[in-house]
């Protein structure tokens, strides 16, 4: 994923690039396309990029075990400040290039990106109910019947009460 920018116009340009994760050399949960758009601002002697990429990805649900796929996106922002000399400046943001660059390569920053945008918790969907700890059922397809023994043992110590006092 590479930009040509020497002799790009000032102003605002629009890329899309297809690649896939091979290319790319994402690896799981990543697979199939990489789709990539990026809004170039050029200026005198700076360019800002805003790159949004979307790529398929594969979970097994953290509740319900489920495998199952969703679109991972991931977004930042990058500026490029053309300077003959880039000593002692770093910053997460700002990439320095000599006036010289022809071109800039994004393909690091879209897979770094990527990889920081994947989910800490997976799940097939946000209100998913997960198994039931007891009898491993899917919650999803209905409730089990081991609920109500829970309420039983809660219900227990007062059943007790009630015998042992004769409570109605
Ligand atoms: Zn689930
Ligand atoms: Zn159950």
Do not use: W
Request: glycine share 4%; proline share 3%.
């Amino acid at each position: 994923m590479k930009i040509k920018i020497a002799g790009l116009e000032n102003g605002t340009h629009t890329y899309n690039f297809k690649s896939n994760v091979k290319k790319l050399e994402l690896n799981k949960p990543f697979d199939g396309e990489v789709n990539t758009k990026v809004v170039l601002n050029k200026f005198e002697d700076q360019i800002i990029i805003d790159v949004t990429t979307k790529i398929k990805a594969y979970f097994v649900c953290d509740r319900c075990d489920k495998d199952y796929s969703s679109i991972v996106e991931s977004s930042y922002k990058m500026v490029y400040l053309s300077m003959a000399d880039d000593t002692g400046k770093d910053s997460p943001d700002i990439t320095y290039v000599s006036p010289n660059t022809d071109k800039i390569d994004i393909s690091s920053d879209v897979r770094d990106y990527a990889i920081l945008a994947v989910p800490m918790k997976k799940l097939c969907r946000i209100d998913c109910k997960g198994l039931c700890y007891k009898c491993g059922k899917d919650l999803n397809e209905g409730d089990c019947d081991c609920e109500d023994e829970i309420i039983d043992e809660r219900l227990k110590p007062l059943l007790n009460l009630k015998n042992k006092f004769k409570i109605n």
